[in-house]
């Protein structure tokens, strides 16, 4: 099965400066990536997403490349502000027999944006 | 945009006693849901996949006579945990959706606690 590892577990920055989480999958049959965002005690938000046929994807301040020869994906956040703390998860995802996406989801990262 | 209810958020309850989850899609027909289970600071963990009409997929090492999962709508699954006792303690959270690299929408989870 799919086997997605995720670096690092815990990551510390100045306000403002930028955070980076990388993610490697297994499974060459995954083609969608979410990455969602999760506080304590609520369900995982998607902040953004990648499809396979697309090499990178921005919104605002969260972007998302992806290298599908090296299996490896990663976020980046830039301008970080205290709001942005939380637990990220990256994910991925492959098409199932019946409809929906089988979601692998990568340890989580404890991103800290300090003042 | 999509909406799943989960219910109960919140279940306490005695060693023994059995648990039923419900996951409803509110706004849009759901032929395939998930269960997943989280630990505390711990990814979450695809139980199983949820198939209206049809029998649940369970993943490699969870006991299906153990988390009894029913589809019997296309906007309906629920979870029952049987005979629960203090390990089975965990936020358990369901998605439905997600079709073809679509985004998957979860529910707010529960949290079970067993004394």
């Known amino acids: 099965g799919e086997n997605v590892e995720q670096h690092p577990s815990t990551l510390s920055v100045q306000e403002g400066d930028s955070a980076v989480i990388k993610c490697t999958y297994s499974d060459s049959a995954s083609n969608y990536f979410p990455w969602y965002k999760q506080e304590l005690g609520k369900r995982p938000q998607l902040i953004i997403d990648i499809r396979s046929n697309v090499g990178e994807k921005k919104d605002q301040r969260i972007a998302v490349t992806l290298n599908k020869t090296a299996k490896h994906f990663s976020l980046h956040i830039t301008e970080t502000q205290p709001e942005d703390s939380a637990v990220y998860f990256c994910a991925a995802s492959k098409e199932i027999t019946g409809g929906g996406n089988k979601l692998t989801f990568g340890t989580g990262t404890q991103l800290k944006v300090e003042l | 945009g999509a909406v799943v209810s989960q219910h109960p958020s919140w279940v306490i309850c005695k060693s023994g006693t059995s648990v039923k989850i419900e996951c409803r899609s509110l706004d849009f027909q759901a032929t395939t849901m998930f269960w997943y289970r989280q630990f505390p600071k711990q990814s979450l963990m695809l139980m199983a996949t949820s198939n209206e009409g049809s029998k649940a997929t369970y993943e490699q090492g969870v006991e299906k006579d153990k988390f009894l999962i029913n589809h019997a709508s296309l906007t309906l699954s629920t979870l029952t945990v049987t005979s629960a006792h203090p390990e089975d303690s965990s936020f358990y959270i369901c998605?439905?959706?997600?079709?073809?690299?679509?985004?998957?929408?979860f529910g707010d989870g529960t949290r079970l606690s067993i004394l």
């Open positions: 998605s439905a959706g997600g079709k073809s690299n679509q985004p998957q929408h």
